[in-house]
């Protein structure tokens, strides 16, 4: 396993799991033990953790984690197997798991900034958010939303500067991330949209139209790259992450290889149930793609297709989403935002394609098992809120 995160340490319970006895080591390029990431901008920012262990006994599972040794290459053998070139020397390996996630996009500028990926990043940008200091985030998005929600309830100045004309534009469109930005306002945070950032520069930002926001500390949240420029010069097949199968296994020269599988935020695999490419950044396909993966790599038909699944926890709300809706042909809504919670169906005909809930988290479990098995929803009864998802199924 390349890449001591969630989807690699599934990785190797998985092999566990499904009968591998040999040797399972996991190269992770960070310092500590596998750990959990999303509560990196909750739990951890809040102070009520120093370390999210992962639920997984690496140990019993005799498992060997090389933490602090960074996969610098990859040679391929011609039938199967390969060796890893890593910071320690080189490790040939029968079979690979490649799960080395994603790194944070930065913005130009010589500044101090700050991204919140790693646990050293949360504790860092955690012990610098202290009452009255003006916290600049840059980027309206998931993570934006939660460290803004954080570093305001720690008494900071917080502005929030979004490129976009709303919140969550690219997540879930303009409409539905313009009821987001009164959250913000609620919670004090300044929320400035359509504001281009130039660069970062030592004590604040430099906007695009000349002008300039002053800040303490900046926090840059503008979404992730998948971490694959390691595989260079590998033969693998990339693209904007690892190009993987249904089965989630990699190719060289568009020839599969069967030793070879790509999981989590570094994954660009082939969904049969959407006929294209996802590239899913959420801990769901992180936490259950790699049981299909462990699978292909002993040789068991699976194909992983999952409608994907993440929440987000933003100004006091659970926002939960499930399913997949760049192709849905309508938009309904379960009742309405002023009223604090409510959910957002996409669908095509009468089948419901993706939702959106508000601190609504039944229908969200409900919706998510309608999804999944495709059944035709009445969408009359859907739009009611007062009527569980379920019910909307046509008999
Ligand atoms: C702050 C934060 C909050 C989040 N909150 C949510 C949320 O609320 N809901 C949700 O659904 N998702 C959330 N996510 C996304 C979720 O955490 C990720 O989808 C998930 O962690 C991906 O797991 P992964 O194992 O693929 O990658 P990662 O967790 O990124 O793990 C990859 C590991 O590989 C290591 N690595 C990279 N390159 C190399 C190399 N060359 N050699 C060796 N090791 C290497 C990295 O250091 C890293 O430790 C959040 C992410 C972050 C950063």
């Given at each position: 396993m390349v890449g001591g995160g969630l989807a690699g340490v599934r990785a190797a319970e998985s092999l566990r799991k499904h009968g591998y006895g040999g040797a399972l080591v996991v190269v992770g390029?960070?310092?500590?033990?596998p750990y959990d990431r999303?509560?990196?901008?909750?739990a951890v920012l809040k102070g009520e953790t120093d370390f999210p262990a992962l639920d997984a006994d690496l140990p019993a599972l005799d498992v060997e984690v090389r933490a602090g040794e960074r996969a610098t290459g990859l040679r391929l053998d011609a039938g199967r197997g390969g060796t890893l070139a890593t910071t320690a020397g080189d490790l040939a390996f029968d079979g690979l798991v490649i799960a080395t996630g994603a790194t944070p996009i930065r913005l130009p500028g010589e500044g101090p900034q700050h991204v919140i990926r790693t646990l050293d990043d949360s504790l860092d940008v955690r012990s610098r958010l202290v009452p009255g200091a003006r916290v600049v985030i840059i980027g309206a998005g998931w993570i934006g939303a939660e460290v803004a929600t954080t570093a305001a309830k720690k008494g900071c100045a917080v502005t929030v500067v979004e490129?976009?004309?709303?919140?969550?534009a690219n997540a879930l469109g303009p409409e539905l991330g313009a009821l987001t930005a009164p959250w913000y306002a609620e919670a004090g945070v300044e929320l400035r949209t359509g504001v281009k950032v130039a660069s970062v520069d030592h004590g604040g930002l430099a906007l695009a139209d000349g002008g300039r926001i002053p800040a303490d500390l900046v926090v840059t949240g503008v979404g992730v790259r998948p971490e694959?420029?390691?595989?260079?010069?590998?033969?693998l097949d990339v693209e904007r992450g690892v190009l993987a199968d249904a089965s989630l296994r990699a190719s060289a020269g568009g020839v599969v290889r069967n030793d070879v599988v790509a999981v989590g935020d570094c994954a660009a695999w082939w969904s049969n149930r959407y006929g294209r490419r996802l590239l899913v950044e959420h801990w769901d396909t992180a936490l259950n793609a790699p049981e299909t993966a462990a699978r292909t790599l002993l040789g068991e038909e699976a194909a992983y297709d999952v409608a994907p699944y993440f929440w987000s926890e933003q100004f006091d709300r659970f926002v939960q989403y499930a399913g997949h809706h760049s192709a849905a042909e309508r938009m309904i809504y379960r009742g309405a935002p002023e009223d604090g919670a409510w959910a957002v169906a996409w669908l095509t005909g009468d089948r419901l394609d993706a939702i959106l809930t508000v601190d609504r988290p039944r229908d969200l479990v409900q919706a998510k098992r309608v999804i999944a098995a495709g059944t035709p929803v009445d969408p009359a009864l859907l739009a009611d809120p007062a009527v569980p998802v379920r019910a909307s199924v046509k008999s």
């Open positions: 390029a960070e310092r500590h033990l999303p509560p990196l901008t909750k490129a976009a004309a709303t919140p969550l694959v420029a390691w595989l260079d010069g590998s033969g």
